[in-house]
């Protein structure tokens, strides 16, 4: 069993940053992705960012690139999503996940069913 705990959370205006903590507890965190999705009300989950076991290679999807930022620290057995220049639209729960079938692997996914183990979310608000 893998447990993920996120934080971080909360209100903030537009422009804004905020970063969120993914805490794990259970199997061997560092050899497994880790990636962060969200779901705003009505709206399917979707994929954010993800990161290697190593943190050799990350992904984002395009309307986040180069305002957020996925990191992990192994040691501290925690994945971190720095969000700058918040916008409206970034308003979701935010969950955080991990791929415990493939480990130390070098591929990302965005799928979520490919994601086997999530935390409870933590609620993001922006507010224009």
């Known amino acids: 069993q893998v447990q993920l705990v996120e934080s971080g959370g909360g209100l903030v205006q537009a422009g804004g940053s905020l970063r969120l903590s993914c805490a794990t507890s259970g199997r061997p965190f560092s050899t497994y992705a880790m990636g962060w999705f969200r779901q705003a009300p009505g709206k399917e989950r979707e994929f954010v960012a993800a990161i290697t076991w190593n943190g050799g290679r990350t992904y984002y999807v395009d309307s986040v690139k180069g305002r957020f930022t996925i990191s992990r620290d192994n040691a501290k057995n925690t994945v971190y999503l720095q969000m700058n220049s918040l916008r409206p639209e970034d308003t979701a729960v935010y969950y955080c996940?991990?791929?415990?079938?493939?480990?130390?692997?070098?591929?990302?996914?965005?799928?979520?069913?490919?994601?086997?183990?999530w935390g409870q979310g933590t609620q993001v608000t922006v507010s224009s």
């Open positions: 996940a991990t791929d415990t079938r493939h480990s130390m692997s070098m591929a990302l996914t965005t799928q979520p069913l490919s994601y086997d183990y």
